[in-house]
């Protein structure tokens, strides 16, 4: 993409009542009346000939829509779109392409609220100045602000301000439309906020005094990284990404294809494998869904298998639930696998893109690893918002039993009829690291000996004894 234009970052809010289709495209390149165009389309346009702007790219409008090869190549453009434009007006105001976002509500309330002081400065020299009511963010009081340091604690009060009063901040593709751009105008229902490569202001206090942030990480991808810092960056990305909503859950790697490109051209010696990087293999296999919500049945927390698939399910991107790479922070993050786990080694990795898109969807992924398996028998032994307690038993090489007991992190709730079968033929549990001993609980694929899908994520106890040796056999498998 080049030249000067202008992107924006909208909420569909349901259909749009202008789209691109393949019956209106040699219409829409004669003309398009300005009358046609839904509200918040015309706000960024009356932005755009204010600022001398001569284009704009909207996607329900540059992308053709009842074509999916297009959608393909657009995606794929993602990175260059964003990051080329020479400015992007993300509409926080707008819950849909009807309602606008320049004359909201509550900024015409403030500004009717607003007062005009005058003063005699030095010299008598006359001067005005304009106040209007401080912006309150509830129980927060005065930190309750956009201006948050970038460490753990600002990280963690700009999550609880990130949805307060925008309807676009939730959206999972909003995430790279606004990380990837350099300058962007945020139009926020009660204020207008600007930030860019050097700056970031808000109308709400005119010093800052650090990063404005309004998406729950650093709006700024590192010009500068290392492979290291690219793997704690892509970590945060993803923990924050998967907390936000999507239309449709086979978006789920297409809506971050554009920080997963731009990220990977900081580092192009790794490859990138369904949302996880090769030189992160095994540990990031390690990732889990959160339970933040408790409802009495542990099958009942919100997290599925993307239909269609379009990850395999060694993927985080093959759930719809909220993700966590807590286990990865407690282990390689204390440098205990600092060249990998010793437990499990990958031997390959096929991945092959279902379209034009490298950073999206995938098809026939296989991942043969190389590590200690053994047949287990899962009984739950209770329940919290947060793990399901489990006892497991296997039998040991030499006959006996072996038990162990630890905390069960399943990939989706539909579970119920997967224990009965654990406890009729067992499941397959493979370990991938000694620290916690960390293992993934496996289903084989009926037909397929040592072809298994992932299911979830098991923590032995710490104080019981689970040698390797004696209770798996080493094996070279494949998950898909």
């Not at 020299?125 to 912006?135: A, L």
């Not at 948050?148 to 939730?170: C, H, P, Y």
């Amino acid at each position: 993409m080049q030249g000067k234009y202008i992107a924006l970052s909208h909420r569909w809010g349901g259909e749009v009542s202008l789209q691109l289709k393949h019956h209106n495209f040699n219409d829409f390149k004669r003309r398009i009346p300005f009358s046609s165009f839904p509200k918040t389309f015309q706000d960024a346009i009356q932005i755009c000939r204010a600022m001398a702007v001569e284009y704009i790219w909207i996607d329900s409008l540059c992308i053709i829509q009842d074509d999916k090869a297009d959608w393909d190549i657009a995606g794929s453009m993602m990175d260059q779109i964003y990051t080329n434009s020479w400015l992007a007006i993300a509409a926080d105001a707008s819950e849909n392409g009807e309602a606008g976002f320049i004359h909201s509500p509550a900024r015409e309330d403030f500004r009717a609220r607003s007062r005009k002081l005058t003063y005699r400065g030095p010299g008598g020299k006359p001067g005005e100045v304009f106040v209007r009511p401080w912006r309150e963010f509830g129980s927060l009081g005065g930190f309750g602000r956009h201006y948050a340091t970038i460490d753990q604690e600002g990280l963690e009060v700009s999550k609880r301000l990130v949805n307060q009063g925008s309807f676009l901040l939730r959206r999972g593709w909003v995430l790279q439309e606004t990380i990837l751009p350099h300058r962007m105008i945020h139009f926020f229902p009660d204020e207008v906020t600007w930030r860019c490569a050097t700056a970031s202001r808000c109308e709400c206090q005119p010093q800052p005094h650090g990063k404005v942030v309004h998406e729950p990480l650093d709006t700024e991808l590192p010009r500068e990284i290392d492979t290291d810092n690219l793997k704690e960056y892509w970590r945060e990305v993803v923990e924050q990404y998967t907390q936000r909503q999507l239309t449709f859950h086979s978006d789920r790697l297409a809506a971050l294809a554009g920080i997963a490109s731009r990220a990977h051209s900081t580092s192009p010696d790794v490859r990138y494998y369904a949302g996880l990087w090769s030189d992160t293999l095994p540990s990031t296999l390690l990732w889990t869904v959160e339970r933040r919500i408790e409802y009495g049945r542990f099958w009942d927390f919100d997290s599925r298998r993307v239909e269609p698939r379009i990850a395999p399910t060694w993927s985080w991107a093959s759930v719809t639930g909220h993700v966590s790479f807590l286990f990865w922070k407690r282990n390689f993050g204390r440098g205990r696998w600092a060249d990998g786990p010793p437990d499990m080694s990958v031997i390959a990795v096929d991945c092959l893109p279902a379209g034009r898109n490298q950073y999206g969807a995938v098809h026939d992924a296989k991942l043969t690893v190389e590590g200690y398996l053994c047949n287990v028998r899962i009984r739950l032994t209770g329940g919290s918002k947060w793990h399901f307690p489990f006892k497991m038993e296997a039998r040991r090489s030499d006959g006996t039993m072996g038990r162990a007991r630890g905390f069960f992190y399943p990939d989706t709730s539909d579970l119920q009829e997967l224990l009965e079968a654990s406890r009729e033929s067992g499941i397959a549990a493979t370990f991938v690291g000694v620290y916690d001993k960390m293992l993934l609980f496996l289903k084989e694929i009926e037909g397929q000996p040592l072809v298994f899908e992932r299911i979830g994520v098991g923590q032995c106890h710490v104080n019981d004894e689970v040698v390797l040796s004696e209770w798996g056999r080493k094996e070279r498998f494949t998950i898909i």
